[in-house]
Every structure is written in C-alpha cells, then in structure tokens.
Nanobody, 115 residues
Framework: QVQVVESGGGLVEPGGSVRLSCTVS????????MSWFRQAPGLERELVAA???????HYAGTVEGRVTISRDITKNTVALQMNRVAHDDTAVYYC?????????WGQGVQVTVSP
C-alpha cells in the first residue's frame, strides 16, 4: 500500500499563484509516473501534469506554460506550481502514483479561484 497525501490549495485570487505538494510513502524514484489530476464540479477528472520516473514531464494543453510539476526525490514529494490562475482552475486536485500493477490516489485538495 502506498500512501499519497496532498497539501496546499485554498482560495486564490485570479491571476495569482498556488503551490500544491504531494507526499508519498514510497520512494518516488521507483514509481513509473507521478501525476496531478483535477476534477471540477460536474466534470470528469482530468490530467493536469505528470512526471515520469526518468524525469520527463507532460502537461495538459490547457495549463502548459503556466504550470510546473517538479519532484524532490530525497523527500518523496511532488509539487505542482500553478501561476496566472483563472476561474477554470477551480477544482479538487488529486495526486496519483501509477505503476504497472497499481494506482494510488490522495484524498484531494480544493483550489478555488475567486476575487
């Protein structure tokens, strides 16, 4: 069992920045892919950004250029830095640990973009 715990989030003004963090109970250097997903009310969960074991990153087209996913292997944490946020970024953000034989999710953190 892998524990995945998100932190950060909250209320953010439009145009502002927010940083989310994900702490994993397993060495993230051994996990095939760590990702951030989000789910807005009434919509399906969608991928925001991912970082693979080798360090390659992937971003959804809707956030590319203003979102950065990063990791600290020494602390087993994965961060999501979001800049220039807008109302459409309002959602519950989930951290995911994925490998061949498992998928583990955190409980999610709320990000609300509002004046």
């Amino acid at each position: 069992q892998v524990q995945v715990v998100e932190s950060g989030g909250g209320l953010v003004e439009p145009g502002g920045s927010v940083r989310l963090s994900c702490t994993v109970s397993k060495s993230i250097s051994s996990i095939y892919q760590m990702s951030w997903f989000r789910q807005a009310p009434g919509l399906e969960r969608e991928l925001v950004a991912a970082i693979c074991r080798g360090g390659t990153t992937h971003y959804a087209g809707t956030v590319e250029g203003r979102v950065t996913i990063s990791r600290d292997i020494t602390k087993n944490t994965v961060a999501l830095q979001m800049n220039r946020v807008a109302h459409d970024d309002t959602a519950v953000y989930y951290c995911n640990a994925h490998d061949v034989d498992y998928d583990y999710w955190g409980q999610g953190v709320q990000v609300t973009v509002s004046p």
